[in-house]
């Protein structure tokens, strides 16, 4: 009998840390309710029970010893549990009795676990029972903290507000991959007992068993998500900004491994909370991009055969197309750069000029390709699709802006998407958030759309070396750097709408990259919104957000330098081999 008694232990401290985790969280009023519902008993058992938790506590004095403590808790505990859970009384007359599926394999008897609890010898079996359950409450709260803290609380906590921790627990059942139900279904069995409350043999009238939950893996990186958060929290807070993001996606997978916001939220203070806070900007704001945007318009270009990376443009100070002038960031002379130069110094002119030949629906197709204008399939509450304005409904001036990154609004995420599919040699994989789920049924692999080729090996291939040259001398980011690594990336400032004051208002920044550059691994966004900065600079304020980002990722996952040189493409057109371009775009328009 004493081993059926000293296996029942850690059964009796599961139970007694059951009833801790319902008192000390669910308010006062409710307290005996729940504990009466989860001990299958009656509202007065559920008294007893509190009453026996709060005497276990002030039993519990600072100068007795470990087997002291020990032996008071479990007795006080026993005596309140004793009724309603180890040894329930027998009903009076004879009926149906339902209860849990729950119950210990064998009777726990009162009498010998209190005798148990009086003898020091048990006390070293006693201490790992109450640690084992208590370890697994630890975990518990642990894994709520986590949820909060990460960024993975704004899937939870951002969508739904306020939430309890048992919702925490099912809060992605309506998520990707369909009804992924966290938390499982309790069963029971109905039987006929008898007058002294034995079950009667071949009377048992149903047997439904519990169904375990799921476990939902996701793809984020605890160590990468502490490090983004606090490198956008830290730069939020050094520029003023209103809010800021940082996304880091693996270029050959799609998986999230860092998904960060700023402002959050403290989770052991949600009533605090603003609604701004319980947003993941990462994940739901949608903006502007400005010149990250370059790109999308650059690449239908060199697909449709229109330019090459040395194409020359002749670029002037101010470019008239039909009621509109259009202007770079400063003034300058008429420059005569390459493709490749209009992108590395990010000229909007330039843009215009190189690929106002790809009649707009072609431009709308590849947008559409790229991901931008649909969710981008994360099931992520909320996730937007942001907004591209159908070829035949362009006004004269979004015509041409577009081309650039303005009258465009996208996410965070789906800007990311793009440069992983540039980075991935021109084929776009879907975002996962989610890696795996083990359910009922075994371990699986939530589905994902196929990978789709948006342009070819070559045209991904021209624009990474570009985008080199956005970092190389003479590029707008040449500043930014990830030692012993080539880096491709590329700066964007737009005008950011604010739907409060239905105009402009300030600065979105950004700069987006991936590295190593000829073998991509990672894929680093870094957003900041309405900087308080006079002439805010995306390359000087998030530029070097993105390197110390990708330096850590790259470091932690252990991605060697490949050694490579740089291409080095020429930006101007006197650079190029003879000093002549093979074809030079002007502006042939003279009355716009």
């Known amino acids: 009998g004493l081993a059926d008694h000293l296996g029942g232990l850690e059964y009796v401290a599961r139970e007694v840390v059951k009833a801790e985790e319902i008192i000390d969280y669910t308010p006062r009023e409710n307290v005996a309710e729940r504990l009466a519902k989860r001990f299958g008993a009656g509202v007065g058992a559920g008294r007893r029970i ?4 709060q005497r276990a506590a002030v ?4 100068g007795d010893g470990v087997e002291e403590q020990l032996g008071k808790r479990l007795e006080a505990v026993l005596h309140a549990l004793a009724l309603v859970r180890l040894r329930s009384p027998a009903p009076r007359t004879a009926g149906h009795g339902i209860h849990p599926l729950r119950r210990p394999a064998h009777d726990v008897g009162v009498e010998p676990l209190r005798r148990l609890a009086r003898q020091p010898e048990h006390t070293a079996r006693l201490g790992h029972a109450f640690a084992v359950a208590a370890e697994e409450r630890r975990l518990r709260a642990k894994a709520d903290e986590v949820l909060e803290f990460l960024t993975i609380s704004h899937i939870a906590d951002q969508k739904a507000g306020m939430i309890s921790g048992g919702q925490r627990r099912r809060i992605l059942s309506s998520s990707p991959a369909g009804a992924v139900t966290l938390a499982g279904t309790p069963g029971h069995s109905a039987y006929e007992q008898a007058r002294d409350g034995s079950e009667i043999p071949w009377a048992r009238l149903s047997n439904v068993a519990a169904v375990d939950g799921s476990d939902v893996h996701l793809t984020i990186d605890a160590d990468l998500q502490w490090y983004a958060q606090n490198a956008i929290a830290e ?5 003023g900004s209103i809010s800021g993001a940082i996304l880091v996606m693996e270029a050959k997978t799609g998986k999230l491994r860092a998904v960060a916001s700023s402002p959050t939220f403290d989770p052991a203070n949600l009533a605090k909370a603003t609604p701004s806070q319980l947003r993941s900007s990462a994940l739901q704001d949608v903006y502007e991009p400005g010149s990250t945007a370059k790109v999308l318009s650059i690449a239908a270009a060199l697909e449709e055969k229109a330019i090459t990376p040395s194409t020359g443009v002749i670029v002037p100070n101010r470019l008239r197309r039909g009621d509109t002038t259009y202007k770079d960031y400063t003034d300058h002379a008429t420059l005569d750069l390459t493709v490749a130069g209009i992108l590395a110094k990010s000229s909007n002119i330039g843009t215009i000029l190189a690929t106002e030949s790809v009649p707009a629906s072609k431009i709308e197709q590849y947008y559409r390709a790229f991901g931008l ?13 942001g907004l591209i304005t159908p070829a035949g409904e362009l006004s004269g001036s979004q015509r041409f802006t577009q081309l650039y990154g303005q009258g465009v609004s996208v996410s965070t995420l789906q800007m990311v998407s793009v440069y992983q599919t540039i980075a991935n040699g021109g084929v776009r994989i879907a975002p996962r958030l989610i890696d795996s789920i083990d359910g009922p049924d075994g371990p699986t692999t939530p ?4 990978p789709t080729r948006v342009v070819s090996e070559q045209t991904a291939h021209d624009l990474g070396a570009m985008l080199e040259g956005v970092i190389g001398p003479g590029g707008t980011g040449s500043k930014i750097s990830v030692p012993g690594y080539r880096v491709a990336g590329k700066s964007g400032t737009a005008y950011r709408y604010e739907d409060a004051l239905r105009d402009y208002s300030g600065y979105t920044l950004s700069f987006i990259g991936y590295a ?4 991509p691994q990672f894929v680093v966004a870094v957003i900041l919104q309405k900087p308080a ?3 805010p600079s995306s390359s000087g304020l998030c530029g070097p957000v993105f390197a110390n980002v990708m330096n850590y990722a790259l470091q932690a996952y252990r991605v060697p330098p490949t050694g490579t040189p740089s291409p080095g493409l020429p930006l101007t057109i006197s650079t190029l081999p003879g000093g002549e371009a093979p074809v030079v775009i002007r502006d042939s328009r003279t009355n716009g």
């Open 50 to 53: 509190e009453r026996g938790q």
């Open 59 to 62: 039993d519990l004095v600072d």
């Open 235 to 239: 730069q939020v807070s050094k520029t």
């Open 373 to 385: 204008g649909a969710k981008p399939g994360t099931g992520f509450p909320g996730e937007p699709a």
């Open 447 to 450: 589905p994902t759309p196929e």
């Open 516 to 519: 190593p550059a000829d073998n």
């Open 533 to 535: 900065l006079t002439n």
